[in-house]
Nanobody
Framework: QLQLVESGGGLVQPGGSLRLSCAASGGPFDVYAVGWFRQAPGKERDGVSCITSDGGLTNYGDSVKGRFTISRDNAKNTVYLQMDNLNPDDTAVYYC????????????????WGQGTQVTVSS
C-alpha cells in the first residue's frame, strides 16, 4: 500500500501563501489519483482539490477556487498544493490521500492517507 507524508504546513498571516507537499513511497505513484483534504476542529473532512494520475484533470472545492493550485511531479513521487491569499477559514489539518480511482473528490473515495500537516492562518 502506498505511504504518504505531508509537509509544508505552518503559521501564516492572512493574505499569505504556503506550499504543501505530499511525498509518496511504496508503490507505482503514477497510477494513483491524489487528493488534498482538510479538517478543522469539530468539522467534517472536506475535499480541497484532487488530481488524476497523469495530472491531466484537476478539481477544486468552491471555497478555494482561484486561490489554490494542485500539481504533481511523478518523477519525484510528489503532489503539491500551492495555497495563496490564505484566510483564517483555511485553518485546518491538511491531509493528502491516494487511490487507484479517487473519484469523486471525497474522503470516502480514497484509501491511503498521510498523517496530516497543520495550517494555521492568523495575524
Amino acid at each position: 500500500q502506498l505511504q504518504l507524508v505531508e509537509s509544508g504546513g505552518g503559521l501564516v498571516q492572512p493574505g499569505g501563501s504556503l506550499r504543501l507537499s505530499c511525498a509518496a513511497s511504496g508503490g507505482p505513484f503514477d497510477v494513483y489519483a491524489v487528493g488534498w483534504f482538510r479538517q478543522a476542529p469539530g468539522k467534517e473532512r472536506d475535499g480541497v482539490s484532487c488530481i488524476t494520475s497523469d495530472g491531466g484533470l484537476t478539481n477544486y472545492g468552491d471555497s478555494v477556487k482561484g486561490r489554490f493550485t494542485i500539481s504533481r511531479d511523478n518523477a519525484k513521487n510528489t503532489v503539491y498544493l500551492q495555497m495563496d491569499n490564505l484566510n483564517p477559514d483555511d485553518t485546518a489539518v491538511y491531509y493528502c490521500a491516494a487511490d487507484l480511482l479517487g473519484y469523486p473528490c471525497r474522503a470516502d473515495a480514497f484509501r491511503s492517507w498521510g498523517q496530516g500537516t497543520q495550517v494555521t492562518v492568523s495575524s
